[in-house]
């Protein structure tokens, strides 16, 4: 989603531009930069329709890729001390060099580059005549407010424009009535800024900023102002406050994709390492008593997940195994929880689910959980995200850099991070801790069934035969059910076919009726227990000509294809056969010709509700 980068010093305009590639993997459809200086092609640029130049302060934009801004600034060849750059994900108006960040003011001394939503921008709009408005964003209506209440200082013009503004808001500001400095304001959505001893820095995130001196991660209602070497942060009523310097904390490497042509298939191929990585990390005792200690798991009546998408997914997981060992569990979607009518019960442990740790829908569905007063834990991939400010406790998995928009490393931690934290509360319930030490031992073993390479080539198989499809099905019962919706997504969002899971017994009751002999249908039978009833749900179809193709364990030959899957302990059997339906997407994805690393319309860490 949205990233934005900011530089004072020298060469801003490429390092601003690197810093924007770094933000790359947040995805987005249209890009921009703006800077003060005059030195630039003028001829070139004077005919151009992707640079609009105000005095000293000008503008290029371009849609689509950062290659194509990265054209128009080679020809341009601009020189300046001091940019803004921004990468958009559309929300209101579409990709389009207009639309495009960054926003001039009408009278060219104010630019802006936002990030979150303008609730009520129509409102704020109407103070101005609508022929000023160049673009359909929520977000122009900053920088035209900043020119219109602007009290002669910079600062405090934006502190008194953020407080007309409802919604969220990271925004990074350039003026030329105070030409030696970035303003920056957060309010919902994230933003840090930093410096080194001859150049300032705004960034959206920790990992990709690039500064050795100082880094700070703004909280909601504070203001910065970035200079050479200097960083100031403000609280709401521009006192001075202090922030922990983070410049020395653990950064993420972002990683690269050696010989793999796409990313998604190089972190499938890591989830061994994935999973043990994150298992490591807290496979004693002693290690997950600093997360969650004794007497808080004793106390502990109820769980409540909540996540998104993939995160979510792996929340449903999480809610059967710790339903499993007796304790009562629910699992949310987080944007439906934030307005879902809340009945907060006493000794809740809530755990939020999320690899990147910036969803903002997850970290609003937390907020409530903290104002209802129940401990919070999160469950993340990225250490210092803004997730990990929010919640009591921090737990994480450590899958490494994902880059691929569809995420498959960080489910598949996360699923093992949950039957690593229900099995340390059954051991603390029972006081056992050799049953933990047990469950250790056997998740990393579980680890090392995968074996890509040898799946890689029916996985192929299934891709060749399904990519033409219109629509396609997914059925499971139980844990089998829970692997179809994660399945489903990862299909849908990178090949674009549409997919949907069900519960095997439930396609009798409607859907069944969109099934002919067109139609595959995926069956996972992955548990004993409802393998029978899966099968009748399989008969069903085939008696409509629908092609079945099957994940199982269990000997069986009844189907249009059959996977055959390793065989671990029942209850490990989703982490083994979700890695088959990450690599069918992948190659079904690849077959048609998509990116399944930068699926269209999506954005890796989704930093708007
Ligand atoms: O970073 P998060 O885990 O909070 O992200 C949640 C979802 O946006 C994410 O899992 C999304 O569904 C992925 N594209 C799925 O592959």
């Not at 600034?73 to 960054?102: E, F, M, Q, Y």
């Not at 922990?244 to 042509?261: I, V």
Request: net charge neutral.
């Amino acid at each position: 989603m949205c990233g934005i980068y900011g530089y004072i010093g020298r060469n801003s305009i490429n390092e601003v531009m690197g810093g924007l590639k770094r933000l790359e993997y947040r995805g987005y459809d249209s890009a921009g930069i703006a800077f003060i200086g005059d030195n630039l092609d003028c001829e070139y640029a004077d005919n151009n329709e992707h640079i609009k130049r105000f005095k000293n302060l000008t503008v290029i934009k371009s849609e689509g890729q950062m290659s194509c801004l990265e054209e128009v600034i080679n020809k341009c060849l601009p020189i300046g001390d001091i940019a803004i750059g921004h990468t958009r994900w559309a929300t209101h108006g579409k990709p389009s060099v207009a639309n495009a960040h960054p926003h001039i003011s009408k009278n060219g001394k104010w630019v802006i580059v936002h990030n979150g939503i303008i609730e009520n921008f129509e409102e704020l709009k109407k103070q101005f005549s609508p022929k000023r408005f160049v673009s359909d964003t929520d977000s122009e209506v900053v920088a035209h407010l900043l020119e219109k209440y602007y009290d002669g200082s910079a600062l405090s013009t934006l502190n008194k424009v953020c407080r007309m503004i409802k919604g969220s808001f990271a925004l990074a500001v350039l003026t030329t009535y105070e030409k030696d400095k970035i303003l920056v304001a957060k309010y919902g959505s994230p933003v840090v800024v930093g410096c080194d001893e001859e150049a300032g820095v705004v960034c959206s995130d920790l990992n990709s900023i690039k500064v050795g001196k100082c880094a700070f991660i703004l909280e909601d209602n504070q203001f910065a102002v970035v200079e050479k070497g200097n960083v100031s942060v403000y609280d709401e009523n521009l006192k001075p406050k202090k922030l922990k310097n983070m410049a020395d904390c653990h950064r993420e490497e972002r990683g690269n994709l050696g010989n793999y042509s796409h990313f998604m298939l190089k972190e499938i191929d890591e989830i061994p390492r994935a999973i043990t990585r994150t298992i490591e990390q807290y496979n004693s005792y002693e290690k997950m008593r600093t997360v969650l200690p004794l007497n808080v798991v004793r106390k502990i009546k109820k769980i409540l997940i909540i996540g998104c998408g993939t995160a979510y997914h792996a929340g449903l997981i999480g809610k059967r195994l710790f339903e499993e060992i007796g304790i009562k569990s629910e699992v949310e979607i987080a944007s439906e929880f934030r307005y879902n009518t809340f009945i907060p019960e006493k000794n809740t442990l809530a755990i939020f689910v999320s690899q990147s740790g910036e969803t903002a829908d997850t970290i609003k569905a937390l907020s409530k959980c903290k104002e209802n007063n129940l401990l919070t834990l999160a469950m993340t991939n990225v250490k210092n995200s803004s997730i990990c400010f929010v919640a009591d406790r921090v737990i994480y998995t450590s899958a490494g850099a994902e880059i691929g928009v569809a995420s498959t490393k960080a489910y598949n931690s996360q699923v093992a991070l949950f039957y690593l934290i229900s099995s340390y509360f059954k051991s603390v319930l029972d006081d056992n801790a050799k049953d933990f030490d047990r469950e250790v031992v056997k998740l990393l073993d579980v680890a090392k069934v995968i074996s890509h390479n040898k799946i890689k080539p029916i996985c192929q198989k299934v891709a060749d035969e399904i990519y033409q499809s219109k629509s396609i099905y997914m059925i499971g019962r139980g844990l089998d059910y829970d692997l179809a919706r994660e399945a489903s997504l990862k299909l849908k969002e990178i090949s674009y076919i549409h997919c949907e899971a069900y519960p095997a017994g439930e396609l009798k009751h409607g859907t069944i009726s969109l099934i002919d002999d067109k139609t595959f249908v995926f069956s996972f039978i992955t548990q004993k227990m409802v393998k029978d009833k899966t099968q009748s749900s399989e008969k069903e179809i085939s008696a409509r000509g629908g092609k079945i193709i099957k994940l199982t364990q269990f000997e069986e030959n009844n189907a249009f294809m059959q996977l055959s899957l390793p065989e671990v302990e029942e209850k490990y059997m989703p982490l083994i056969a979700v890695v088959y339906m990450q690599l069918i997407s992948y190659y079904t994805s690849v077959r048609l010709g998509n990116n399944p690393d930068k699926p269209r319309s999506l954005a890796k860490s989704v930093t708007v509700e």
